[in-house]
């Protein structure tokens, strides 16, 4: 049966109605979420550069440093497009064979060439660049005792160059080509994305994903098994910021499932809202006191409300994407 035009526009406004918050959801991710977020780290870790050239002892670099570190949390969980190769080399942790100090080390004791050259350093080990080599540097007390004109100072300065170069190409490959792939999924000569709905399913990857980081890595590291915790694998410990990492990283994912979602939902509000309520039982910022039986059950308290949000986030969010309960982003199933 063919129906009349008087007919046709209320059902063409209302699939459009309905097709309208899927592409929203992509647009308000990346123009609230990830395009901010990239020009900001790109910004702070340039600050970073710029002080570096003349001052490079960690008494002036670390509050720059620390603010970088911020602006990385904020968007260290978009492991997709160019943030999956770029996170290698900005942010290799864990480290769990310690294998960025012993080159660092190796480098110093050496006088490496490619430690003082910015040309050459980004052939050096992955391990021993970005923003974990530096926070070694800046706050090891084997390292960070150098003098203004030594080699460890030109490494760091170098290192800070290096450091704001991979931001600044991180930033502009977002703007220029992934953050219009994800735009225009469906569209003709798009190959990234043949729909829509697989530049939802990506960003919501990215979501979940971060969520498991927050609860395998930032808390599992340090937690390590009943009988042999492993503090000195948490996170950023040398800093102190082991838990601000979390808590940052807890708060840029909330604001990344609004906006996919179009709108807040009670449910993960509630979710994200219990992590914090729980964060707030953590005595120690750096999570060096998991060795203590009953401050180890307070980090999984917390872990356990870590893992379910990511729950909820399937139920609430990546359902309507046709994503099932037992979800894993490492699996990419």
Request: charged content about 20%.
């Amino acid at each position: 049966m063919r129906l009349a035009p008087a007919v046709l526009a209320p059902v063409a406004l209302a699939l459009a109605l309905l097709a309208a918050p899927a592409r929203a959801g992509v647009d308000a991710v990346l123009d609230d979420h990830i395009l901010p977020g990239t020009a900001a780290f790109a910004e702070a870790t340039q600050a970073l550069d710029d002080l570096a050239i003349d001052f490079c002892q960690p008494r002036d670099l670390a509050p720059l440093w620390n603010t970088a570190m911020d602006a990385w949390v904020r968007i260290g969980h978009l492991r997709l497009g160019p943030g999956e190769q770029a996170a290698l080399t900005i942010a290799f942790w864990p480290d769990t064979r310690s294998a960025g100090r012993r080159t660092l080390a190796r480098m110093i004791a050496a006088r490496d060439p490619m430690g003082v050259h910015i040309d050459e350093f980004p052939q050096v080990s992955a391990a021993a660049r970005g923003l974990y080599a530096l926070e070694t540097l800046l706050y090891d007390p084997d390292f960070n005792d150098y003098e203004p004109d030594s080699y460890s100072c030109t490494l760091v300065s170098v290192m800070a160059h290096d450091l704001a170069t991979q931001a600044a190409a991180l930033d502009t490959a977002w703007r220029e080509k992934f953050a219009p792939e994800l735009r225009t999924a469906g569209e003709p000569g798009n190959a990234t994305f043949l729909s829509t709905a697989e530049a939802e399913r990506a960003l919501f990857t990215a979501l979940h994903g971060g969520i498991e980081f927050n609860a395998d890595q930032r808390l599992g590291q340090p937690m390590g098994t009943e009988d042999r915790p492993r503090p000195r694998r948490a996170e950023n410990w040398r800093s102190g910021r082991s838990l601000r990492n979390l808590t940052l990283s807890l708060d840029s994912l909330h604001a990344m499932a609004i906006a996919l979602a179009g709108h807040p939902i009670d449910a993960v509000d509630s979710a994200f809202d219990a992590a914090a309520y729980f964060s707030l039982a953590v005595a120690d910022p750096a999570f060096q006191d998991v060795t203590d039986p009953q401050n180890r059950l307070h980090l999984e308290s917390l872990q356990g409300r870590v893992r379910t949000i990511g729950e909820v986030l399937v139920t609430e969010i990546g359902a309507s994407m046709g994503i099932a309960p037992g979800f894993n982003s490492l699996d990419g199933d």
